[in-house]
């Protein structure tokens, strides 16, 4: 079985949205309390927030699709000389499998296409399974931050970067 990544188009925002919710109220859920995540899957995850994204602020989504099954979704921005990992989610069912480490070669590619030489993401501090892939897929802390998302809530991230090799092919 193979697994694709498909560029998601404005009339499949909704379904995204509706994928999105589902794995951040299952994942979350023992890492930030539930207002936090009933507040940013509404600003950041929404349909309406993600069209917004990606009609007006250069966010680009994609599902990955496994037998015509949406079974995880990326969210990137290009910007100077580099990637911003913005979003990265695969259903509970479903990882563990390698869907990720295809996902970064997927990234990859994007990356020497584009001459983008590096990826970079933030991901919250106490997500310790997450933090430990993206170390065994290269990537580095660069260093800590503390984001104010309004009503009260912050976002306690790292940073982590990966340097991508351009002259690979
Ligand atoms: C983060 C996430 C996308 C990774 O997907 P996954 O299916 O679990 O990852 P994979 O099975 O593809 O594993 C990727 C690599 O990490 C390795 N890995 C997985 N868990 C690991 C762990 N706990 N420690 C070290 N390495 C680990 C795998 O061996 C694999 O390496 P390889 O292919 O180079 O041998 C997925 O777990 C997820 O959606 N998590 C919940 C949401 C989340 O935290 N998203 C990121 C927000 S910033």
């Not at 188009?9 to 023992?30: G, H, K, M, P, R």
């Not at 100077?80 to 509970?92: A, C, P, Q, R």
């Not at 983008?116 to 170390?135: G, Q």
């Not at 580095?140 to 998302?149: K, S």
Request: proline content about 0%; hydrophobic content about 40%.
């Amino acid at each position: 079985m193979e697994l694709v990544f498909t560029k998601v188009e404005t009339e499949e925002v909704a379904n995204l949205a509706q994928l999105a919710s589902e794995i951040w109220y299952e994942y979350f859920v023992s890492i930030i309390s539930k207002e936090q995540i009933d507040y940013m899957v509404e600003k950041f995850q929404s349909t309406n927030a993600i069209t917004e994204q990606i009609q007006n602020q250069g966010y680009e989504y994609y599902f990955m699709n496994m037998s015509g099954k949406n079974i995880g979704y990326l969210g990137v921005k290009q910007e100077e000389g580099k990637l911003f990992l913005s979003k990265f989610y695969i259903l509970k069912e479903h990882r563990g499998r390698g869907y990720a480490s295809r996902a970064m070669e997927f990234l990859v590619d994007i990356c020497q296409k584009r001459r983008l030489s590096t990826i970079w993401l933030t991901v919250n501090r106490y997500n310790d399974a997450t933090i430990a892939v993206y170390e065994k897929k290269g990537f580095r802390t660069v260093r800590t931050q503390v984001a104010d998302i309004g009503n009260g809530f912050v976002m306690d991230d790292y940073i982590m970067e990966k340097e991508i090799d351009l002259n690979e092919k």
